[in-house]
């Protein structure tokens, strides 16, 4: 996990096997965007229940899938090549493995890079999780099938007075992400109208970890602080340090996903932790565990403020709390916390590499 730079060992398929009974095997699980940071934290929870767990991954140059080499080794993980914009290879797939349950994850989740990327963030968030209730729709002609969609807070927008936001609370998008996010919402209630689909959306506010992308707010910081502690920076350039996120811990939030499914019927459900804090406390808190004052370091620039801003999210997730039994076990410090400790190790390694080669440079 993490930038370790290790690599990517799992076999790689485009052929499946049709399964030949489901009734003896264990509950078979397909994720798309298994590689990002939920999928890989439901890929280790899913495996940990037993579940046969396949993930969907897109081809790059890059072989190295730090996230998800805690589950390498184990025998019952499978990748497939995939994209879920490709319509009919999706579909092939989802006929061919006949999963129990399908995790849509995939998505162009940087709410700012969506402002700079329009058409690809929807083509992917919203074509993409039509492209999958489809190929649910046919399967579940044959089978059963259960689909979790990856809903999100950025579909409230945050407007002024609606805090906290629960699943009754008016949607209000402020970002090509969000309108996305939120077309892909309305197809899933749609399927499970029209189709019968056991098809639900979790809507998930903000939720972090070591495993966070390196360009969102929370990683940018940890990351930061680690280099900053390292002598390897000086400076931090972040965006509005007054935005105000409920912030979760990914770990957490991927159970409330797979919870969902195991429901009688589906439904949407906010999963939050019910508390919101700004950047500037995320700052505070970080900064102060390496033992360093934040003001001396970071500068803001007007490149990282998106064009419409979502000053204030903040959940309710007493309906998970009820009919989930979900609730988050990790403070905001804690997890403030643990990002800034595993930041601080990759630092600490940059650092000694560097050393190493000055070195080595020096004896030749
Ligand atoms: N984290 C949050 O705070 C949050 C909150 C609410 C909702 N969500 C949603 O929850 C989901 C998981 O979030 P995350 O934080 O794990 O996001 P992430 O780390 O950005 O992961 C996104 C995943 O989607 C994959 N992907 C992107 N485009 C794809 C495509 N065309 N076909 C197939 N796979 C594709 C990525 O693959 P590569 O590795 O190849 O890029 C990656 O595995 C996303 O849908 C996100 O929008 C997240």
């Known amino acids: 996990m993490g930038a370790t730079g290790s690599h990517f060992v799992i076999p790689l398929t485009h052929q499946t096997s049709l399964p030949q009974s489901h009734l003896k095997s264990p509950r078979r699980a397909l994720i798309t965007g298994i590689s990002g940071q939920d999928g890989s934290y439901l890929a280790e929870f899913l495996l940990a229940k037993g579940y046969d767990v396949h993930g969907v991954v897109r081809r790059s140059s890059n ?41 849509n994850l995939a998505a162009q989740s ?39 969609q990856a809903s999100t807070s950025e579909m409230f927008g945050g407007a002024p007075g609606t805090a906290p936001q629960s699943e009754t609370t008016r949607f209000h998008p402020r970002s090509p992400y969000g309108c996305a996010k939120l077309y892909a919402h309305a197809q899933v209630i749609n399927y499970r109208e029209s189709y019968d689909l056991f098809a639900c959306c979790g809507i998930l506010f903000n939720h972090e970890s070591p495993r966070r992308g390196e360009n969102f707010v929370t990683r940018k910081i940890s990351l930061g602080v680690g280099r900053i502690r390292e002598g390897l920076q000086e400076k ?45 406390e995320f700052l505070e808190v970080a900064f102060t565990t390496a033992g360093l004052d934040w003001r001396e370091h970071v500068e803001t620039d007007e490149r990282f403020f998106r064009p419409a801003e979502v000053d204030v999210l903040l959940g309710d997730a007493s309906k998970a709390a009820e009919k989930l039994n979900w609730r988050p076990t990790t403070s905001f410090e804690s997890l403030a916390r643990m990002m800034v400790e595993h930041d601080r190790d990759l630092a600490q390694r940059e650092r000694w590499a560097q050393e190493r080669i000055a070195h080595a440079g020096l004896e030749k």
């Open 236 to 280: 931090l350039c972040l965006g509005n340090l007054e935005a105000r996120r409920d912030w979760g811990y990914a770990g957490d939030f991927v159970e409330a996903m797979w919870l969902m499914l195991q429901q009688e019927s589906p439904e949407e459900y906010v999963i939050a932790t019910g508390e919101t804090h700004s950047v500037r």
């Open 63 to 103: 072989l190295t899938r730090d996230r998800l080499d805690r589950i390498s080794d184990l025998p019952r993980s499978n990748l497939h090549y995939g994209d879920v914009t490709d319509a009919s290879s999706l579909m092939r797939l989802v006929l061919e493995l006949e999963p129990d349950e399908i995790y």
């Open 110 to 148: 940087h709410v700012r890079v969506s402002f700079d990327n329009p058409g690809y963030t929807v083509e992917v968030g919203a074509m993409g999780a039509l492209n999958v209730l489809e190929a649910a729709r046919l399967l579940n002609e044959r089978r059963p099938v259960r689909v979790y």
